[in-house]
């Protein structure tokens, strides 16, 4: 039972660094950015390079030094690359759409399609096939309490996620940045009149989310290994978690993913079917929307954090 | 222009070689430095320079070189001199023979893999091509006639004679295709008595006989009251009357019925499997996304429900059923239960906003397919169902039943469904129902003024488009007769999606060119492969498809007239276009 619970929080971590970016460009677009899953991926696939070609064949550095060093700039490519991911999908598949003011429903198909042709073309180029990824530290058990084992890796993620988490809340709410996309969200119009630079702000978002999707593709890449399908899961999940804790409220993406997990994974513990998770997150999602549509800390259009 | 050049780049590399994890720049590597990337580098410079000047006429830094009124082709070739308008009738003349020997091509048996003179002069053994040349004739002189028509040359009593002669060709010539000597077909054995098999014997010769003289009738009177009339020209061009499109409905359904006779045994199974049922699909989602104006991610779903509902009632299924069902017994169970399904998913959805139920469906299409591949004990699980039983008719004397062995039965089936079904939705567009679903693209809160229940009218019509799939469900779980789970994955859905994308959102004629056209070019490149095509790659390309569709023409190939002008009036600040929720706030510019 308590086993369950915390492999719940641990995984609801992930969901809320990948929800993160679905809650900040909805804040200022009003869009769901479908081609999230494949910026997870794109994290993902760059942290398996990296390390591919850095520890390699290598068994993991016992070192705490050396893991923490792999670790870190492990984050940063992927993080690296998702913004990059994002930055190509805002560019070639949102502005040009914005330019004419498209209808949402263009949007939408667009993101879509713009995630089907990356999936598949890492598919074509980097094979079809799961692979495992090299580990930067040794994943044992480091304690049991009450029966829960927590394992370095849960204790890895915690702390990488609240970092990231709290460094984007910095972002968001104290810089100049953070107060351009705020101003944005709140009312496009209105912020280009007092020089906001909207364009480049909602590349910003894009970038911020995309920081985020990729570290976030980074951890399942160790936990799980790499394949090009890899982001679907995670990322509807997220989207959930997203909703859940009220979209376009940054902080409620960070309560929301953590509560998806407990809730997620939680009734496995009774029911011994471990595929009825996303059934279970599945309902929860038509739940939330029949009973409480605005999330659980309420959503904040336009006054994202 | 740099843009562009990447794209021939990508293109490269999207029709390169497949890679694989352990030598990541393989593929890349083995696209990019041939010699066959110089040619995709060349047209992405050539379509970079259309695009640039594109864009430049657009906001008006280069004057537009062409300011004429944009003219039609007939329109030109009208005003023409003689030896041009020649060269325009030797043109098409071309054009339509290349047509009917392309058709002859693909037809035929499986060329082993690239296009090759050998087999395609192998296609003048069989008299099928003959008849294809005798189509691509016809096709001309119906080309010529309107040209000959609009240049006022005083041809009619030649063309009139034209007429006739040609429609009695071709009733001579459909008649003798209905012969049973040729192979495969459908002749409703059971009911015939066996051994007539003359040409005035066969009860087809009849029927297109009487076709084709009502077909010629109702011609040359549209032609006698139009020419009589004294109507500016343009206008007699574009009123379509309503014998004219019955004639249109009827050369549609003549050749929709007969020329499948003539393909080849893989060809004809296509028609079913991949083209039939396609339309089906592509039809019942265009009433989400193109009448309705909403985003179903997830419609493989219900297409799921009805196959498993089928192979439920056939007792394919771990879980048994009370009773066992005819196939088209379970029909009605299939569009209710699609069709609940679609209720229940779209009533909290949509009451909320319009946009989540694209995230929504595309969740219950994850679950379906987990619930098809993980819950053993009542799908099946991966391996697969049983074998579902087929369609079978035992009405009083008659007795029939549909066999895989003779595909166009099952073909024939198909278009006794997608007929109705494609003139009910077409009714329904343009009925109150179709009205409000095009007020509430346009403004919804106006609509929502005006007393329109908005929410009625959204899960409406996401649960008709929910029970057509599962009507498809039906249909493919009988002709397939084994289900796996792997069939109804997320690509489905969007492939379905791309379908009615291609070819225009809300047109009913668009949905189907884009479905018929984008389910046969992959079953053609599958045996041809030209351009180094490979079946793993078809999503790919659909993906891009996407997006270039979206960027470049929104409505599709043949949008609806009413759906283009939405989009034009939402890209001018006007209205919205789909109903995916009010509009709160204006997009960022």
């Not at chain 2, 060809?267 to 019942?284: D, E, K, N, R, T």
Request: proline share 4%.
């Amino acid at each position: 039972m308590l086993n369950f619970l915390v492999q719940g929080i641990f995984t609801g971590l992930i969901f809320s660094l990948v929800a993160l970016g679905y809650t900040l460009v909805y804040g200022v677009l009003r869009l769901i950015n479908f081609a999230h899953s494949e910026v997870l991926m794109t994290g993902g696939f760059a942290g398996y390079f990296y390390l591919h070609y850095t520890i390699g064949n290598h068994s993991a550095p016992n070192n705490l030094w050396s893991s923490l060093y792999y670790i870190v700039t492990g984050v940063l490519v992927s993080g690296i690359a998702g913004t990059l991911v994002a930055l190509i999908i805002e560019r070639f598949a949102y502005r040009p759409l914005r330019r004419r003011n498209a209808p949402k429903l263009a949007y939408l198909i667009s993101a879509i399609g713009a995630s089907y042709f990356l999936l598949n073309l890492f598919g074509k180029e980097f094979g079809r096939y799961p692979e495992g990824t090299s580990q930067p530290f040794n994943d044992h058990v480091v304690t049991t309490i009450g029966g829960a084992q927590f394992t370095m890796y849960d204790f890895v993620i915690l702390a990488a996620s609240v970092i990231l988490m709290i460094a984007l809340d910095f972002v968001v709410s104290r810089t100049k940045m953070g107060r351009a996309i705020r101003a944005v969200a709140q009312d496009a119009e209105t912020a280009s009149l007092m020089g906001v630079n909207v364009n480049r702000t909602i590349g910003s978002t894009f970038a911020l989310g995309g920081f985020m999707g990729g570290a976030a593709g980074f951890f399942v890449a160790i936990n799980q290994g790499i394949a090009y399908g890899m982001g679907f899961k995670p990322a509807l999940l997220a989207f959930t978690a997203a909703v859940l804790g009220g979209i376009g409220n940054v902080r409620g993406a960070m309560v929301g993913g953590v509560v998806l997990g407990i809730v997620m994974f939680t009734p496995i513990y009774w029911f011994h079917q471990p595929w009825l998770e996303e059934v279970i997150a599945f309902t929860v999602l038509v739940l939330i929307l029949l009973f409480r549509p605005t999330g659980l800390l309420g959503e904040r259009l336009g006054r994202s954090a | 222009m740099a843009t562009a050049l990447c794209g021939g780049l990508l293109l490269a590399v999207m029709t390169g070689p497949e890679g694989s994890i352990t030598q990541p720049t393989y593929a890349v590597r083995e696209s990019l430095f041939t010699a066959h990337v110089y040619g995709y580098i060349v047209f992405g410079l050539v379509v970079g320079l259309l695009l640039t000047y594109r864009a430049k006429v657009k906001n008006g830094s280069w004057r537009q070189i062409r300011s004429a009124p944009r003219r039609t082709l007939v329109d030109r070739a009208a005003s023409v001199t003689l030896p041009a308008r020649l060269v325009a009738l030797g043109v098409t003349a071309v054009l339509s023979l290349f047509a009917g020997l392309l058709f002859a091509d693909f037809s035929g048996p499986v060329a082993a893999n690239k296009f090759s003179w050998h087999a395609f002069a192998h296609q003048f053994v069989f008299t099928r091509t003959y008849g294809y040349l005798a189509l691509a004739i016809a096709l001309w002189f119906t080309a010529a006639n309107q040209i000959t028509h609009l240049t006022r040359m005083r041809l009619r009593s030649l063309s009139r004679l034209q007429i006739v002669v040609g429609a009695l060709i071709a009733i001579l010539f459909f008649s003798l295709a209905a012969d049973p000597f040729l192979p495969p077909r459908f002749a409703l054995s059971s009911l015939n008595p066996v051994g007539k098999s003359s040409l005035f014997h066969h009860w087809t010769t009849y029927l297109w006989l009487g076709v084709g003289l009502v077909g010629v009738y109702s011609y040359l009177r549209k032609r006698d009251r139009l020419t009589g009339s004294t109507a500016p020209r343009r206008l007699q061009r574009v009123a379509v009357s309503p014998s004219m499109r019955m004639i249109s409905y009827l050369g549609a359904g003549f050749i929709a019925i007969e020329a499948p006779k003539f393909l080849s045994l893989y060809w004809q199974i296509s028609l079913y499997q991949q083209i039939g049922v396609y339309c089906l699909l592509a039809v019942g989602l265009n009433i989400v996304v193109g009448f309705a104006g909403l985003l179903d991610l997830g419609y493989v779903a219900f297409y799921a429900l009805g196959a498993y509902v089928t192979a439920y009632f056939s007792g394919a299924l771990p879980l048994q059923p009370p009773f066992h069902l005819n196939a088209f017994m379970v029909i009605p169970f299939a569009v209710v239960i699609a069709m609940l399904s679609g209720v229940l998913l779209g009533l909290p959805t949509l009451r909320l906003r319009g946009d989540y139920l694209a995230i929504v469906t595309l969740g219950f299409g994850e679950i379906i397919y987990v619930l098809a591949n993980d819950w053993v004990q009542v799908t099946g699980g991966s391996p697969g169902t049983g074998s579902v039983s087929g369609f079978d008719i035992n009405l009083l004397r008659i007795h029939y039943s549909w066999s895989p062995a003779n595909p166009l039965s099952y073909y024939y089936l198909m278009i006794g469904v997608l007929i109705p079904v494609i003139f009910l939705f077409d009714l329904l567009n343009n009925s109150k129902v179709g009205r409000s679903w095009a007020a509430i693209r346009e403004d919804e809160v106006a609509a929502q003024s005006l007393g329109i229940n908005a929410l009625k009218y959204k899960v409406m019509a996401f649960a008709m488009g929910a029970s057509t799939a599962g009507v498809a469900g039906v249909f493919t779980a009988v002709k397939v007769g084994v289900l796996f789970p792997n069939t109804f994955v997320l690509q489905l859905s969007i492939t379905i999606l791309v379908l009615v994308i291609f070819g225009g959102m809300g047109s009913i004629l668009g949905v189907l060119v884009g479905a018929v056209f984008l389910q046969w070019l992959p079953a053609y490149l599958t045996f041809h492969s030209y351009f180094g095509y490979q079946q793993t790659d078809l999503y790919l390309y659909i993906g891009a498809l996407l997006v270039i569709m979206m960027i470049f023409r929104p409505q599709g190939l043949v949008p609806s007239r009413r759906r283009q002008r939405e989009f034009a009036d939402a890209e001018s600040g006007q209205g919205s276009a789909d109903a995916l929720g009010p509009i709160t706030q204006e997009m960022p510019q």
